[in-house]
C-alpha cells in the first residue's frame, strides 16, 4: 500500500487527512529558507486563484515558485501539507486581527466595542476573498481549523470582551455560550456573503444589522 493510502481515508467521496500526515517537516522563520516558504505559499494561492484546486499537485508548485521539487520536499512532504499551511497562515491573519482589534477597544461601551470587533472581522475577510472562498469550498477537510479553546483562538477573546463588560449583559447570560453562538453566528453571515455576495460587506448597513442582531441577543 502506498504512503498515500495510509496517510488518508475516501469518506462519501472526500478525502480526509488524518492530522500526522499535514505536518510540514519543518518551517524556518528566516534568511533563505523562509524565502523559499513563502515563494510555496504564494505559488500555491497563485494556483488555486486562477485555476481551483484540481490544479493543484506539487510539481506545478515548484514550478510557479521557481525551485526545484527537491527544494519543496525539504519542507513539504505532499500537497496536503502545503494546504495545511497556508490555511494555517489564514487563520493566523484573522486571531491577529482580532488581537489588535481588541487592544483597541480598552476605554469604549460596549456597543462602539463590539462594532470595531465586528469592522475588524469583517475586514479580516475582504483580504483575498476569493482565497478565502477556494479554503473553505474546495479544499479538502485538513483537520487544521482553529482552536477554539485555546486562549488565542478568537472566540476566546469574544469571551473575555463579554466578561469585560458582564455588567452590561442581561443576568442569566452564559458568556462562554454566548460567547461560541455570538461568534459562529457572525461568522457564519460573513462567510456567506463571501462566498455568495462579497458585495455585501461593504452594504451601508450591513455592520448596524449584525450589530443589532448581537445586542438583542446579548442584551
Known amino acids: 500500500m502506498s504512503n498515500h493510502s495510509l496517510s488518508t481515508r ?15 517537516r519543518k518551517i524556518p522563520t528566516q534568511g533563505r529558507a523562509l524565502f523559499t516558504i513563502n515563494a510555496i505559499m504564494e505559488a500555491t494561492a497563485h494556483i488555486l486563484r486562477e485555476e481551483g484546486y484540481c490544479r493543484l499537485n506539487t510539481n506545478y508548485i515548484a514550478t510557479k515558485a521557481g525551485i526545484s521539487i527537491g527544494s519543496l520536499y525539504q519542507y513539504f512532504p505532499n500537497k496536503e501539507t502545503i494546504l495545511a499551511e497556508l490555511k494555517r497562515q489564514h487563520l493566523k491573519k484573522a486571531r491577529d486581527e482580532m488581537k489588535k482589534a481588541y487592544l483597541g477597544i480598552e476605554g469604549l461601551s460596549f456597543e462602539a466595542a463590539s462594532r470595531l470587533l465586528l469592522e475588524s472581522t469583517i475586514k479580516v475577510h475582504q483580504v483575498d476573498p476569493e482565497l478565502h472562498n477556494i479554503i473553505s469550498t474546495q479544499m479538502p477537510i485538513l483537520n487544521n481549523c482553529e482552536d477554539d479553546n485555546s486562549s488565542h483562538s478568537v472566540r ?11 455588567d452590561r449583559l442581561r443576568a442569566d447570560l452564559d458568556i462562554p455560550l454566548a460567547a461560541l453562538i455570538s461568534y459562529q453566528l457572525v461568522v457564519s453571515v460573513i462567510h456567506t456573503a463571501v462566498d455568495d455576495d462579497p458585495e455585501l460587506l461593504n452594504h451601508p448597513k450591513f455592520v448596524d444589522e449584525l450589530l443589532r442582531m448581537l445586542l438583542v441577543y446579548v442584551h
Open 10 to 24: 475516501f469518506f462519501i467521496g472526500v478525502t480526509v487527512i488524518n492530522k500526522s500526515s499535514i505536518k510540514p
Open 156 to 166: 476566546k477573546i469574544l469571551e473575555k470582551f463579554f466578561y469585560s463588560h458582564k
